[in-house]
């Protein structure tokens, strides 16, 4: 099938090869840290050998509870919030038919995703959609009490007893929570849900290879075996006795590490294929949410070109040298099209003729990727066969490895966020929560 390729080439032009040589050192000792499971956030490191651990009793049990839900219901809505949706989502949109929610001939259920955001508008037009369709639920969430996912799940779960009956509703709703405590926990023993654990000792950003993410995606339709089975030998791949010039993920931890002590404090994920959109999400979190503290960290941003070379290009061929670019290229396109030759030539495209879009669209790479390190953004170019499940599972885990070895080079703890708590402190605050008593009185005195 073959593997992932990571190519430095357009770095050394701006960070010299030696700069990223000398980190070697610091990624071996990273790596050390990870696997000894003696650095901080070892709490949560269960992701670090998941992928091998995934027995044939649990893939079982996720395919039949997704058999189960195929055959009731033509839409799913995945409630969660962060890395309690963005895995899936990326993985399922990086496989789908981009156009399959317009076909009537679909095999497999709409996925739609709500609890990631409180706008009014989203939830009532979403629910005015769901009235008169058969739809269920998969709820993610270990507490039961994020807001964003709650509230959602709330008006979803009223609506789904309403239109299809309370015993139906019991086979339409699956909760993906904690194993023995929380709301949500408490909820679904009391209703009867079937319910999948998300382990203790895996933080929501690295949870896609946990039921967080196979549910939804083999409920879409999705092979999570082969999704697993990639990640599975890219753990083998990075694991601690492969040396550092074989270890992808090092080389990529040291790279990024280099260019940010060279001052190039924001990296831009770009993608050339549009199915990798919500790729690039799930990446913008999981590098955001584990390195961006204690005053320290690379800022993650993503950009599909070349939809945005038209509206970003000129800021990163000219604008302030503080950035640089990791590109994510898919070999092999799943379809094929060729460009028609047209009598009139018109639009001067005749010498395009005969050629599939998929050439044009590796030669704008191509030239961005020079053009851009030509105006001294240096580029890291990781490389995908295709978009499949065994392909997107590798370069899932391959991104997660080198962000540990990369949080602990960088000197923080990559797995958890407290800086994540203080929006909601705030917000609970101002709705008048209560327990949040002492802080509605303090925040209200500040916006006097």
Same mark, same amino acid.
């Given at each position: 099938?073959?593997?992932?390729?990571?190519?430095?080439?357009?770095?050394?032009?701006?960070?010299? &090869?030696?700069?990223?040589?000398?980190?070697?050192?610091?990624?071996? +000792?990273?790596?050390?840290?990870?696997?000894?499971?003696?650095?901080?956030?070892?709490?949560?490191?269960?992701?670090?050998?998941?992928?091998?651990?995934?027995?044939?009793?649990?893939? +079982?049990?996720?395919?039949?509870?997704?058999?189960?839900?195929?055959?009731?219901?033509?839409?799913?809505?995945?409630?969660?919030?962060?890395?309690?949706?963005?895995?899936?989502?990326?993985?399922?949109?990086?496989?789908?038919?981009?156009?399959?929610?317009?076909?009537?001939?679909? #095999?497999?259920?709409?996925?739609?995703?709500?609890?990631?955001?409180?706008?009014?508008?989203?939830?009532?037009?979403?629910?005015?959609?769901?009235?008169?369709?058969? *739809?269920?639920? !998969?709820?993610?969430?270990?507490?039961?009490? $994020?807001?964003?996912?709650?509230?959602?799940?709330?008006?979803?779960?009223?609506?789904?007893?309403?239109?299809?009956?309370?015993?139906?509703? =019991?086979?339409?709703?699956?909760?993906? %929570?904690? #194993?023995?405590?929380?709301?949500?926990?408490?909820?679904?023993?009391?209703?009867?849900?079937?319910?999948?654990?998300?382990?203790?000792?895996?933080?929501?950003?690295?949870?896609?290879?946990?039921?967080?993410?196979? !549910?939804?995606?083999?409920?879409?339709?999705?092979?999570?075996?082969?999704?697993?089975?990639?990640?599975?030998?890219?753990?083998?791949? %990075?694991?601690?006795?492969?040396?550092?010039?074989? /270890?992808?993920?090092?080389?990529?931890?040291? %790279?990024?590490? +280099?260019?940010?002590? /060279?001052?190039?404090?924001?990296?831009?994920?770009?993608?050339?294929?549009?199915?990798?959109?919500?790729?690039?999400?799930?990446?913008?979190?999981?590098?955001?949410?584990?390195?961006? =503290?204690?005053?320290?960290?690379?800022?993650?941003?993503?950009?599909?070109?070349?939809?945005?070379?038209?509206?970003?290009?000129?800021?990163?061929?000219?604008?302030?040298?503080?950035?640089?670019? $990791? !590109?994510?290229?898919?070999?092999?396109?799943?379809? #094929?099209?060729?460009?028609?030759?047209?009598?009139?030539?018109?639009?001067?495209?005749?010498?395009?003729?005969?050629?599939?879009?998929?050439?044009?669209?590796?030669?704008?790479?191509?030239? $961005?990727?020079?053009?851009? %390190?030509?105006?001294?953004?240096?580029?890291?170019?990781?490389?995908?066969?295709?978009?499949?499940?065994?392909?997107?599972?590798?370069?899932?885990? *391959?991104?997660?490895?080198?962000?540990?070895?990369?949080?602990?080079?960088?000197?923080?703890?990559?797995?958890?966020?407290?800086? !994540?708590?203080?929006? &909601?402190?705030?917000?609970?605050?101002?709705?008048? =929560?209560?327990?949040?008593?002492?802080?509605?009185? +303090?925040?209200?005195?500040?916006?006097?």
């Amino acid at each position: 099938m073959g593997n992932i390729k990571l190519d430095l080439s357009r770095v050394y032009g701006v960070v010299d &090869k030696s700069k990223v040589e000398a980190l070697k050192g610091e990624a071996e +000792a990273a790596i050390k840290t990870l696997h000894a499971g003696n650095g901080a956030g070892n709490d949560f490191l269960g992701w670090l050998n998941l992928p091998s651990s995934i027995t044939d009793a649990q893939f +079982a049990e996720i395919e039949a509870a997704a058999k189960d839900m195929r055959s009731r219901v033509d839409y799913v809505v995945v409630a969660g919030i962060g890395g309690s949706y963005l895995g899936a989502r990326a993985v399922i949109e990086g496989l789908s038919d981009t156009f399959d929610y317009l076909r009537k001939d679909r #095999k497999n259920p709409i996925i739609i995703y709500a609890g990631h955001n409180i706008g009014e508008d989203y939830l009532a037009e979403l629910l005015d959609l769901l009235k008169d369709k058969k *739809f269920g639920v !998969v709820v993610i969430s270990k507490s039961g009490t $994020t807001t964003e996912t709650a509230i959602a799940f709330r008006l979803l779960k009223e609506l789904v007893e309403k239109t299809a009956g309370k015993e139906e509703a =019991k086979h339409r709703i699956i909760a993906v %929570t904690d #194993k023995a405590k929380g709301a949500l926990k408490t909820l679904a023993t009391n209703e009867g849900y079937k319910t999948f654990v998300i382990p203790d000792n895996v933080g929501g950003r690295f949870s896609v290879l946990t039921p967080v993410g196979l !549910v939804p995606i083999a409920i879409a339709g999705y092979d999570i075996r082969a999704l697993v089975k990639g990640a599975a030998d890219m753990e083998k791949e %990075t694991a601690l006795d492969v040396p550092f010039e074989k /270890n992808l993920s090092m080389q990529y931890a040291a %790279t990024r590490n +280099a260019l940010y002590r /060279n001052g190039k404090a924001i990296e831009i994920l770009v993608n050339y294929q549009p199915k990798l959109h919500y790729f690039t999400e799930w990446w913008k979190q999981l590098y955001g949410e584990s390195e961006g =503290k204690d005053g320290k960290g690379i800022f993650p941003a993503g950009v599909d070109f070349s939809t945005d070379l038209h509206s970003m290009g000129q800021w990163i061929q000219e604008g302030e040298r503080i950035i640089s670019e $990791t !590109v994510v290229s898919v070999e092999n396109p799943a379809k #094929k099209q060729v460009i028609p030759s047209d009598a009139d030539n018109l639009d001067a495209l005749n010498f395009l003729a005969g050629k599939r879009v998929d050439q044009v669209n590796k030669m704008a790479e191509l030239g $961005t990727l020079i053009a851009h %390190t030509d105006g001294g953004v240096p580029n890291i170019h990781v490389s995908v066969p295709q978009l499949d499940e065994y392909n997107l599972g590798q370069l899932i885990y *391959f991104f997660e490895k080198a962000c540990g070895i990369s949080g602990y080079m960088l000197g923080v703890n990559p797995f958890n966020q407290p800086g !994540v708590e203080a929006y &909601k402190k705030n917000m609970f605050a101002l709705l008048e =929560k209560p327990g949040y008593e002492e802080a509605t009185k +303090a925040i209200k005195e500040r916006l006097k």
